[in-house]
C-alpha cells in the first residue's frame, strides 16, 4: 500500500534531519538559561541578595507543566485514536509534531517575547509556553488528521508555530490583551488555522475511504484516555503561566467548574438529539472538553465559580449542536471536512471564551478585585486605560487573531498542497499501514470478520533480517 | 436492543439539565471564593501583613489534587472497564456522576464544614473534598455496576453525597475523629452504602446476563491502567488533606510501603488459592489496592513503615480471601450482587483501616509524637481527651459509618427501585449498547468469532445525516 | 498449558511471603522515619530553631516523586506489553518485582548510604531512589522478558537490588561520581547486567515461540501509552534528585531538549532503515526515549540546551541503528536474546551519556558555575579536584558499573538456571495462560481468525465456582 509519491523513505528522514540540525544551530547561536536555570547566574552577586533556592520557580510552575505536558502528548495524541486504522499516526504523528514544535516554538516565541542582548533566556516558562503553541498545531492537525503526510504536518508546524508567536506578540504584547488559557491565541487560532487548510486541501473524493473513517468498540477507549487527561488537566493548563497566588489558584478553580459543568450539559444534549436518546461517544470525548477552551481567557478574571459554570454549561449545548448539526453543514456546503471536528471543541468555545473574557475584562474593577487588579489587568490598575477600554482591546484581539488564523491557513494550505510533500490518495487516508509497518493490516480486530490464515502476526519483532 | 422503559432520550437530558442548573443557582447564591483564591482577599490589608503569594496553599495541595483527580476519573473509570462490553458506561457514567458529585459535594460539605457569613468558602482544600466524597459515591457504583441506569446513578449520587457529608460532619467535627485517608469516611460508607443498595435492587435472574458479566484479554489491560494509578497515587490521596508538613510527608511514605506489601501478598494469595497456581487478575487489579484503604485513618500517625506493612500484608490477604471466597457467599446467601467487589477491595479494608486507626491512636503519646502531637491529635494535645478516648471514639465513628451506610443505602436502594429511573432489564445488564452508539457491536473484538459482513464500523463519525 | 515444573502454586506464594516477611522484620528492625517526616524529630528543639512545614523536603520532591513512579508502573510496565500474548505479565510482573525492588532497595541503599546510629532514616529522597533502583531491576526485566517465571525475576531482583546498591555505593560515595539521573548507575548498570543474564539463559530453540514474540496492532497502542509517560516524564527522573534550585531546573530543562531532538532523529533513521521508508513502531516506541538516557549524567551539567539536543540527536540514530543491525547480530553471533532491545534503548545511550558527562565535567569552571559549582561539582568547588580528575573519575565509574554489571549478571544467570525456578519451556515462551487464569485466550482479538465457539468469556468474574 505505498507508491511512489507517498513513499516517505527519503522525504521524512530529510524533513526530519534538516529541521533538527537547523533547530540545534539556531540553539547553539541564540539559546541562553535564564536565571533561574543558569549555574552563574543564579548565584551572582552576594549570597544574602539572591532568592533562596526553594523559591526557584521550577517549584511553582513545573507541576503545571507536567500537566500541560501529559495533555499535549497522551491527551491530545490519543483523542486522536478513535479511527480504527489510524491509531499509530495519530499518536506517532502527534509525537513527532509536537516534539518538533516544541523546540521551533521556544525559539520564535523567545525571539518575539524579547532577546537579552541578542540571546533567549528559557526556563521553565518557556517550555509552558512552548507547550501551548504546539497545543495550537495539534489542533489544526485535527482538521486534517487521516489526509495528510508526516511531511506535510511538519511543514505546517514550522508555518503555523511561526504565526502564533506573531499573533500571540500582537496580542500579549502590543495590545496588552489577557489571555492566559489562550482561548483566542490557541484554540481560535489553531481551530480556524486548521479549518481554513483542511478547506484549501478539500477532497471531492474523500468518500472512497469514508469507512475507514470511524471508530471500532476499542478505539473509542483508547481515545477516552486521551479525554479525561485533558479534561483532568486543563485547570492546569489555563493556569500554568497566570501570575502566582490567587489568580494561578482561581484560574484552575473556574475552570474545574466550568468543566464539570460542560460534562452534564454535554451528557444531556448527546441523549436528547439521538432519535434513541442513546449517547454518542463522539460527544463526551469531545464536547466534554468545551468548558476548558472557553473558561481560557477569564479563568483568570474574577468570573467566579457560578459565572465559570454557566460558561461551561454554554460550551458543551453549543458544542454538542456543532458535532450534530454544523460538522454536516460544513463538510457538505462548505467543503470543510473536519475530521475530529475540532470547529465544535475548539472553535466555537473559542470564541465564545474570547468573548466572556471580553464582558468580564469591561466589569472589572477595583472594587472587585482590590488590590489583585494589579495582577489580572496592569494596564486598568495602573490607570493607563478603563476596564471598558480593556474589554474594547479583548474584543478586538478576537478579530486579529481570527484573521491570522484564516489568513496564514489559507497561505499554508496552498504550500501543502504542493505534490512534493506526498499526500495520501484519496483511497487511502485513514490508513496507518501507509506510513508504518503493519505487516498484516487484517489480523487486528477491526477486521476481525474476515477470515485469515492461522498465524498471522502483524510484525516479527526484533529479527528485521 | 431500547425499549421504552429504558430509553433514556428524556429522562437522561431532563435529570442532567436540571440538576445542573439547580447547581448553578445555589453556587450563584452561596458559593465564594476563599481568601487564597479571591483577588481581594487575598490583598486585604497592607500588603506587609498578607501572606506571600508563594505561600498560597495551591502550591502545597495542588499536585495532590490532580493526583486525586487522576484517581477519581482514570483510576476508578478504567478499572471498571474489564467487563467485556461495558467499557463505554464503566468510563461514561464514572465521568458523569463524577461530574456531577464533585459539584454537589462542594455544596453539601461546604453547607457543614461551615458557612462564612451564610457563604460556602472554596478553594484546592474544597475541590479535594470534593473529589474524596466523589471517590465514596463511585465505590458504590462499582457494586451496581452494569445493573443500573445513569439517572439511577446520578440520583444515587444525589443522596449518598448529601448522606457522605452527613456521616462526615458527625465524625470530624463533633468526634473529631481523625481519618485523612478516608478508610471510614469513604471506604467503608462507600463500600457499605453500595452493598446496600445492590442488595435492595437484588436480581434473581440476573445470570441471563452472566456471559457478559466478564472480561476479555484486552478489556483487563484496560483495567490495569485503572489499578496503577490508583496505586502509585494513593499515597497523594491518603495525605491530600492531612495537616502541612511532616504528616503530610509521613502519609504518604506509610502509604507506600502499606501498598508495596500488599502487592506481594496479594499475588501469593492469588496463586495459592488457585488449584493450578495460576495468578487471577481479579485479584491483582483489586486486591493489591487494598493497602491503601487499610491505610486510611492511620496513615498520618505514627504507624511507622513497619506497621504499614504489616497492615498492607493482612489487607492483600483478607481481599484476595474475600474475592475466592465470600463474594460467592454474599451472592448466593444474601444475594448480595457486587459486581466489583468492593467488599473485598473497600469494605473489609476500610474496617481494617479503621480499628488499625483506633489502636494506633490509642497509643499515641507526647514521647512518640512530640511537639507533633498537635497536628495529629489536637485533642489529645490539647489535654481535653487523653490517647486511648481517642481510640474509643475511632471505633465509634466505625460504627457511626457503618450504620449510616448501611441504612442510608437501604433506603435509597428502595427510591431505585422506582420505574420510573428506567433500570436494565435481567436480559440487558452489562451491556453498552443498550445506552450508547454502537452501531454494530458485533464488529468488536469480543464478538469476532461471529462471521459478520466484511464492512461493519461500529460508528460512522461526524456525519450522522 | 501447565507442568509441574512452571507451575506456580506453591513456589510464588511461598517465595513472595517469605521475601515480604524479611522485609517486613528488617524494617521493623532498621528502619525509621528521616527528620522531615518523623512527627518528633520535624519539631525538636525550640520552634524558631525549626525549619517551617513549607520547606519540608516533600513539597520540593514529591511532585518529581511521583512522576518517577509513574514511569516506573506505567511507563516500564506498558512499555513491554507490546507482546501479543504477555500483556498480563508484562505489566504484571513488572508490578510484582518492582513492588518488591521497592521495599528491598530502601534498605540496601539505606544500608549503604549511611547509618544513623545504626537505623536507616527515610523519606521522600530515598523514596525516589528506590524507585531508581526499581527502574534498574526493570530494564534487566526487558532483555529476559517472556522466558523467565516471576520467581526467577523476583530472585534477579533480590540479587541485583544488592549489587545496585553496591556500585552506587562505589561510584557516588567512594569515588564522588556525579550520576543524577543514572546513566550509569541505573541504565549502563541494568542493562549490561540484564544482557549478561540472558547470555547465560540462552534458550537455542526459542524460535518455537518466535510466533508469540511480536506485537498486535493493539498491544503496540498499549506500548505507546508507556512510552509517552516515560518520555514525558523522564526530565522528572533526571532532576528528582539533583540539589535544589538551578540544578534541579536546568536537568530538567535540558533532558526536555535532549529528548525532542531524540524523537526528529529516531523518526528520520526509522524511514531511512526501511526499504519502502515506513517507520517502525520498536523504533518510536523505544529509541525515542534513548534522549533522556543520554542525559542522565551531563543533564544537571551545564550541558547547555545546544549540547543536550545534540546528545539527543546522537542518541536517537545509534538507538535505531542498535534495533535495525545491531541487535540480529547480537542474538545469532553472540547468543544475546534481548526481547525489549535494552541493549539499544539502555545500553548504549548509557555508555553515551556516560562519556558525554565525563567530558563535560572535565570542562567545569568557576567561570562558566559561577558559585553554583559547588551543588554541581562539590570536590571540584572545593579545590579538592580539578575538573580534569573529576571527567577522569566519571570515565573510570562507567568502567566500574560495566565491569560490576557484567560480572554480577553472570552470577545471577547461573543462579537463576537452577531448575527450581520454573522457567517456561521453549514452547511456552511469550505467553500469559502459562502464569494467569486466562480461560480461553482464543476469544481475544489476536486470534480472531480461529472460528470458536459463540460464548467464550475469557473468564467468569466474580464466581470462581
Redesign the interface.
Known amino acids: 500500500m ?1 507508491d511512489s509519491s507517498t ?11 534538516i ?2 540540525i537547523i ?2 544551530i539556531l ?2 547561536v541564540l ?3 535564564d536565571e ?9 552577586g552576594n ?1 544574602s541578595k539572591t532568592k ?9 510552575r ?2 503545571s507543566f ?2 500541560v ?2 495533555m499535549i ?2 491527551g491530545f ?2 483523542l486522536m ?4 486504522r489510524y ?2 499516526s495519530s ?2 504523528f502527534n ?2 509534531i509536537a ?2 514544535s ?2 521551533w516554538a521556544t525559539l520564535m516565541q523567545g525571539f518575539f517575547h524579547g532577546l537579552h542582548e541578542g540571546k533567549i533566556h ?3 516558562e518557556s ?1 509552558i509556553n512552548a507547550d501551548f503553541c504546539t497545543g495550537s498545531v495539534l489542533i489544526s492537525f485535527g482538521a486534517v488528521l487521516g489526509k495528510t503526510s ?1 511531511v506535510q504536518l511538519l511543514f505546517m508546524a514550522v508555518f503555523e508555530v511561526t504565526l502564533f508567536a506573531v499573533n500571540e506578540y500582537i496580542l500579549l504584547t502590543h495590545l496588552g490583551t489577557r489571555d492566559a488559557g489562550g482561548s483566542m491565541t490557541i484554540h481560535t487560532f489553531g481551530a480556524y488555522f486548521g479549518l481554513m487548510v483542511t478547506r484549501i486541501l478539500y477532497r471531492p473524493n474523500l468518500d472512497k475511504s ?9 478505539s ?3 481515545a ?2 486521551g479525554t ?2 485533558l ?3 486543563w485547570p ?1 493548563f489555563n493556569s500554568a503561566i497566570t ?8 484560574t ?2 473556574n475552570t ?2 466550568s ?3 460542560c ?3 454535554t ?3 448527546s ?2 438529539t ?9 460527544h ?1 470525548q469531545n464536547a ?1 472538553l468545551a468548558g476548558g477552551v472557553a473558561a481560557g481567557t477569564a479563568g483568570e478574571m ?1 468570573l ?3 459565572g465559570s ?2 460558561v461551561g ?1 454554554l460550551a458543551g449545548i453549543i458544542s454538542v449542536l456543532g ?2 448539526y454544523l ?2 453543514i460544513l ?1 457538505n456546503k462548505l467543503k470543510i471536512q ?2 475530529c ?1 475540532i470547529h465544535n471543541l475548539h472553535g466555537m468555545p473559542g470564541v465564545l471564551g474570547a468573548i466572556v473574557g471580553a464582558v468580564t475584562a469591561s466589569l472589572a474593577s477595583k472594587e ?6 494589579e ?2 489587568f496592569p494596564e486598568v490598575a495602573g490607570g493607563h486605560r478603563t476596564a471598558s477600554y480593556q474589554g474594547g482591546v479583548q474584543a478586538i484581539s478576537l478579530a486579529v487573531t481570527l484573521g491570522m488564523a484564516l489568513f496564514g491557513g489559507l497561505i499554508v494550505g496552498f504550500i501543502l498542497k504542493l505534490p512534493i510533500f506526498g499526500a495520501p490518495r484519496d483511497t487511502t487516508c485513514f490508513e496507518d499501514s501507509l ?4 505487516r498484516k ?1 487484517q ?23
Open positions: 505505498t513513499n516517505m523513505r527519503l522525504k521524512l528522514p530529510i524533513t526530519c534531519f529541521l533538527q533547530l540545534i540553539f547553539g539559546v541562553q538559561y533561574d536555570t543558569d549555574a552563574k547566574k543564579h548565584h551572582h549570597h533562596p533556592d526553594i523559591e526557584n520557580d521550577f517549584y511553582y513545573y507541576p507536567q500537566d505536558h501529559v502528548f497522551v495524541g490519543f485514536t478513535f479511527l480504527q491509531g499509530f499518536v506517532g509525537f513527532l516534539a518538533f516544541l523546540q528559557i526556563g521553565v517550555m508526516p469514508k469507512h475507514k473513517n470511524c471508530s471500532v468498540y476499542h473509542d477507549l483508547f477516552m484516555i479525561l487527561y479534561w483532568m488537566f492546569s501570575e502566582h497566588g490567587d489568580p494561578q489558584h482561581r484552575a478553580m474545574y467548574y468543566l464539570a459543568a460534562t452534564l450539559s451528557y444531556a444534549m441523549s436528547l439521538a432519535h434513541d436518546g442513546k449517547l454518542d461517544m463522539v463526551i466534554a474574577m467566579t465559580p457560578f459554570m454557566i454549561f458535532y450534530k460538522t454536516p463538510e473536519d475530521t471536528g472587585v478585585y482590590g488590590e489583585g487588579l495582577k489580572v506510513y508504518w509497518e503493519v493490516p489480523s487486528h480486530f477491526s477486521y476481525a470478520e474476515k477470515k485469515i490464515g492461522a498465524s498471522s502476526p502483524s510484525k516479527i519483532r526484533r529479527n528485521p533480517d
